[in-house]
């Protein structure tokens, strides 16, 4: 149910009105967990009998179809599709979709979601996405999908990106063979340059901390920013399993430091925005921003000593 405020501000939101059980789950007391599954959500494509994560005779036979049909040249894939322009993977995807919607729709409806109340969009995907649940999932696939978000969106890229690549110079600090190099890009979409009027968004990526980078969320950032009237700054930082969480941190406190140092950014004005296991960094970052002005020095953590000396005891950002 889409519902106007009237309030004059022009802003709807969709407001849920469904009293079903997926929405507002008040499942009598009686029934244990393994009955409410079967007889309230609609699980494994409405096909428990036949499908199951556990069922391990399933499991074998699409083990063996993945290693005869798509492993062998799924690598070579990725590089493939990677290298084609980004508005011809996003019109792939898109017309895929378009066709795809309806025939689902026409077929299947609403009997594969967890249930039937969810939107048809949401049964589709739940179709189409169910099956990964079978297949081990590689980093390279975590790196390949995540490249890929910006895939996802219409957004027609129009601010102005400039790509980040400075030498903090933070020699006779740094005895621990840590790169001084900040790298990403930083998207123009606020139009303010002045001190005390400029806001930015710092911008991490999620991933598990072993996937996703700037170009997968140049397109949602970008977005956003538009929407807000600010700056996005997306930071590149390593992952694991080829480098360490201290580095991680390193990465961020360090892009941190060049926002505030580099390009004079009020700390109050940088909104720190963390996408799942980005949001752990972008907590530990506060803390220690917190703990540095607090005491002088940040303790909680094993690189401590060194990622004290990046951190200036600023005002928090928001």
Sequence with gaps: QVVDPQDGSGVTYVKNSSAAPFFNPRAPTNMTPKEINEKVLNLNLGLSFLLNPDNKIVRFLLRIFMQLFVLWYIEYFFVAWNMVPLPTRRWIAFTAWKLYLPVHKLILG??????????????????????????????????????????????????????????????????????????????????????????VIFWIYGGAFLAGDVEGNMSPAEQTGKACGVDVFIPSYRLLPESEYDDMLWDIFLSYRYLVETRRVKPSNIVVLGISSGAGLASQLLQAISERKRTGKIVHYPAAPYLAEILKPDDMPK
């Design 110 to 199: 609403r009997s594969t979601g967890i249930h039937r109340d969810a939107s048809l969009e949401y049964h589709a995907l739940t179709t189409f996405m169910y099956w990964g649940r079978y297949f081990p999932v590689s980093v390279p696939m975590m790196r390949f999908a995540l490249h890929n978000l910006d895939m996802a969106t219409d957004n027609k890229e129009t601010s102005k990106v400039e790509e980040i690549a400075i030498d903090m110079k933070i020699s006779g600090k740094n005895d621990y063979g840590q790169p001084e190099m900040v790298t990403g890009s930083y998207i123009h979409s606020g139009g303010f340059d002045d001190y005390d009027e400029k806001k």
